[in-house]
Structures are given as structure tokens and as C-alpha cells.
């Protein structure tokens, strides 16, 4: 079977106090290849934990992860990974850094130059080919990081809030751009964000996580991806129903921050 | 009790020497702020640039907007040579900017020597003050009337002299006569009597000390000028000291800064990835380099003289210890210091763990080891040039030390402006080569 079953999961994590968190409580989720997940929640609901379970960094404490029929054991090149920032090897060019994944596999110079070439036109930086990233703005630096993610050909790729830390318009044109890699790829993608639009903009599904123990809350399957393959982004915003789920998802969340800062005040006193 | 007391005294006088101090100090800190008023004052005549600092309205208080004003480097420089040429009497130097010199010339004073029994008589002492490292003797004078009969003394600059002027009198000390007078005021042992050309000190037993004026420039013996320095730097570059020449020693202490910091490199980065890649060897190792790190080099000098000689091995020994602990904390730190998202990115690109240390987390630590390294260098420099004045046979640091044995001044301060140049070189060229080969420092 192709695709990506999350299975029970639980994470907890011991702290050195003796205390211990429950980051994650029975996730179950199951992606089909091709498919298109955004996660959403409030700070501190286990986003982040799910990732690094999903790309092999953690080991969850209970359940287990299967991927093409394979059990998730560790990191591995059929998951790739794309960070908020900073994960850029800044001692490499961007050439360099594109080609990373293929001399890994110890892929011969030829046929490297050429997917190296092929995906930075596709990102559009194939004029800063020898520039180093650190004289890259952060969103020509994401597209980097997409290209070499991409370089590697994954099965799957796992976004932390890869437009995080981006200004508004360089990230609606990130966000096309993703929508169109996930088109003409055909890769399962996680995406976790922290922007209510940018979730239902990219989530084929979308997920709204719940803290403490962080578990799934709801899951929605939404048709704005697929509209904004072709389609102006902002026209998808005008959509009816598009208003309609955003406010709904929003004061969701609304209600669970409200709720955890209630404990927290309750916790203080 | 003991104790407190004596460090009271010490307190004391090193107060005491900073209040002597405090004209000078007070002086330099006049000609620094006249500096700058006189810059302010030119730089109106400049046209003004219109660079990001300039257009700040406020700057005081602003860190950013202090940067190091050039000129001010290049007239403080300046400066120090010009003060030093002046208070050493440099040829370099118009006179007129000279500070004022040791009394050179000759000069006279009358003293009068009153015997038991009241009878007193006058005699007067001729002085001539010669410039010191010529010899002059004494002149001829007639000794006068009377039972006291003048004298001649000759005295080098910046020297004094006792003079038993009633040597050649007719009653004299022996006879219980004393000197009472000198140009006619009235002194008693203790008293000081200016006479024009220096002071007068009457000793405990009654004899004159003649000490003409010193004026305010230093004895060449204290600080020779700049060209007398100069020219000890070319005397020596071409026939040597001490069986070497000036390139011999520096040579030998570079060697030796260079082998050491080598060897002490080549353990210390390996024992660093150690320290930062397993929890075993940073177990291990952690008790020892906390305790090494503290240690001064210094301190380790006599344990290697004792185990080692004094030869080369004992101080590429020493240097390789002093760069060991700096080098393992660097590539300690260097390693530690990675970007948890950067391993985890290559683990996703499929890097096996020796292609994780070879693209990521050695060219992640060079930043780190680069500065150990600039660190090490400087220490090594410092630590051999003191090792050398402890014992060596070549090398920077015990030309400084057998010159000042022997007084050769102008050495010692060639010496130490020569190791001054080539630490700051040194420095200068780690910087460089850590440009060129870590580019991307600090843009992580
Ligand atoms: N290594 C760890 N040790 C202990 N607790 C941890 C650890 N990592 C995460 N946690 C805890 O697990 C919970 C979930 O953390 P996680 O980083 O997954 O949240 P997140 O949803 O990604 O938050 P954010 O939106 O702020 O990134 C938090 O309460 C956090 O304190
Ligand atoms: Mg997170």
C-alpha cells in the first residue's frame, strides 16, 4: 500500500524535574499518496513533535508510523524536510546546496547539474546559481530550501511553517508556488502553519490540532487547493465558503487559547 | 595585623606614585581633548558627508554611531612618538620642542664652614655638568684665601656627587668644623638649598650632595631616543646579539609559537569533535580541559624546565599545552554549536554519518576553530616570549632579558615594540585567512 498511516501515536516526554509532558495522545491519520495535508493548532499542541515523529528525528512513545509498507525508523531520504529557516548549509553555494541530496546518493556530476539546473529554474533562481544563501532574502532562501528538498525526489515532504517567517506577499507567491510543485509533483505534502488562510489555502485536508494532550480536533477536506492550482489566490479567498470555514476554524482556536490561558491564570493564582 | 600593615604601606605608595602621575596623566588627557577641538574646528572647512552616520540627530548614547575616527588614531600615534622624542631630546625633534633638558654646563656656589671655636670662613665649588658617556675632569681652581679653600668637582648629567669639600681645607670635619652655609643660607644636615643650576643636600655626616638640575627628559638609560633605538634595530639586524641575529631570534621564537600551536591543533580539534560528538569522551574529558583551561602557560614553565630542559623541546612542550586546551574547547563549542535543523535537513537528504560530518559539521565548526586558533596564536606569542625571558638560549624574549641585565635599554624597547609588531601581524593574519576561508562566518 502506497502512502503515509499515522497509527496511535503518543508522545510523551520526560522532563528533568520528574514531570512529564504528553506532547501527542493517540494521533491516528492516514495520507494517501499525492495527498495534500495542512495542520493547524495553537502554540504547544504537538505540531512540531508529529513532524519530527513523521521524518524519523523521534521515536513516539507509543504507535508507530508506516510508510509504503515500511515501518518509520529513523530519518530518511524518502522524507524530505523543509524548516521555517536556517537549515540551509550557508558554507555552500546555492548550487551546492540544491545538489546536496543527489552527491549524497553519489549521483555522477552530469545528470546532478541537470536536476540541480531543472528545479532552480522551476523555483526561479536559476540566475543565483553560484551566489552563497546568506546573500539570499529568506524568501528566495525557502525556495532554496524547496529546490533541494525536491532534488532529492521524496515520497513525502514535511513542511514546519516553511512560510513562516516570510512578509505577506513574498509568502501569497510562496504559496502559489508550493500549490504548484504539489500539482506537477504529485508528492504527499504535510504542511503545519500558524495562518488560518495560508491552512485552508494548502490543505487538500486540513487538520485542527487540540493541546494538551495534543490530538487531532477536527479534520476538514477542503476544495480550495485545487481551485488555486490555476487561479489567482486571492480569488479563492473571495470564495463563500472560504469565509465561512476560516471563521469557523478561527474560533475554534479562539476557544482553545482562551482555554489554556484560563488554566494558566488558574495554575498562577 | 602584620599583614594589613604592610599592605597598607603598599597601598600607599603605589597612591603615592599615581598622584606623581597625575600632571602627566592630567597633560596627555589636555592634549587629546585640544586634539579634537582643533579637528572640530577643521572639519567645519570640509564639506560634510552625507553618509547613515552623519544624519543622525542623536548619536550620544547611540553605540552604532561611535565608530573609530581615524585621525585621532593617526595623531595619538603620532603623538607618542613626538613625546617620546621630546622627553629623550631626539634629533629627530626641533629643540625648541624639546622637554627641558638636564643642566649641562658649569655653575658654582660658596659654602662656609664654621669651626668649634667660631672662626668662619667662605670657599666657593666650581661644577661642571658634561653630557653623559663623554669623560671631563675636574678643573683647576685656585684655592682663595682663608682656611677653607675652594674646590672643583665634575659631575655627568643626571648624576650627583658628595663632595667632602673640607677635604682640602686647613680645619676641617676632623676637627669637629661643619658646614654652615651654602650661598649664605644657613643648613643644617637634611636641608635642601637651591643653587640655580641644582639642589644642594646637606647628609646625615654634614657633606654637600651636589645634584644639578635633571630637568624633565629621561636618561638614555631609562628611555634612549627614537633614533638611538633605530639604529641599535639596524646595528643588530646586520651583526647580531648574542651569537644571533636579529632574524635568528625572532625566527627561533616564531618556530617555536608555530610548531607548538601545530601540534597543539592537530590533537586539540580531534579531542574537541571527540568532546562534542560522544557523551563518553566529553565525560572524559570535560574534568581534565575545565581544570587545564585555567591553568596559565605561565605557570607551567618551571614543571617543563624540570622535565624538559630548557631546550626546544621543553618549550614547543609548553606552547603545545597552551594551544591543546584552547584548540579542544573551540571544536568543542564549534561542534555543539550546530544548527540542530541543519543535521536533521542532511539526515532527510540521505547523508550517511561520516557524510554528515564531513559536509556539515566540520564546515559548521571552522567559524569556531578559527577563533580558537586567533586565540591560540596570541597565547602561544605571549607564552613564549615569557618563557625566553625565563630561559632560553635564543629567541625574542631573552634578547629582552640579557639586554636589561646588562642596561641596554634601547634593546629591551626594540625588543618589545619588535614582539608588539609581529603579535599584532599575527593577529592580523589569522584574520585574513579566516576571511578567505570562512566566508560565511556569522551569517548562519
Ligand atoms: N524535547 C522536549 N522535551 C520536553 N518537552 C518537549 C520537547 N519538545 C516539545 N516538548 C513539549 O511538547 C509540546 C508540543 O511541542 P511542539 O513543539 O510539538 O508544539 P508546536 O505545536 O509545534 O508548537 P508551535 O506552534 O509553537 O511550534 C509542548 O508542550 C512542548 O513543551
Ligand atoms: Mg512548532
Redesign the pocket.
Known sequence: MSGLSIDKIS?R???PNGG?????KDVSLDLKAGELLSVL????????????IAAGF?APTEGRMVLNGNTVEGPGPERGMVFQQGALFEWMSVRENVGFGPKMKGMAAKPKAEIVDHLLDVVGLGAFKEKAVYELSGGMQQRVALARCLANEPDVILM??PLGALDALTREKMQGLVLKLWKETGKTIIL?T?SVEEALLLGERLLV?A??P?RIHKEYRLPFAEMGVDKDLREVKKHPQFGEVREEILGMIWDMEEEIMGRNEGEGS | MNLLSQLGAELGAVFVTLLSAAPFIAGYIAIILLCALIWQTVKKFLTPKADYGSLKTVTFGDESAVTSNTVASVVSIVLIFVLWAAFTGSKLLPSFLHAPGAFEGTGEFSYTVTTPDGQTDDATVSVVVFPAGSDVDAPEVDPGEGFAKNDSVAIAAFRSELLRVDENDEIGRDQDAVVSAINGVAVEPGSVVDVGFGDVEISRRGTPNIKPSGGMQMEPIWLPAPEAVWSRVTEIASTGFRNSTLAEHLGFSLFRVVVGFILGAIVGIPLGYAMGLSNWFRGWFDPIVEFMRPVPPLALIPLVIIWAGIGEVGKIILLFLAALWIMAIGARSGVSGVRISKVHAAYSLGASKWQIMRYVIIPNSLPEIFTAARVAMGVCWGTVVAAELVAAEKGAGMMIMTASKFQNTDIVIMGIILIGIIGFSIDMLMRWIERLLVPWKGKG
Open positions: 508522545m516526554f520526560d522532563l512529564s509532558v504528553q506532547a501527542l493548532g495553537p502554540s504547544g499542541c504537538g505540531k512540531t513533535t508529529l513532524l519530527n523521534l514546519d511553517e503545519i500558524h490540532m493541546p494538551r495534543g
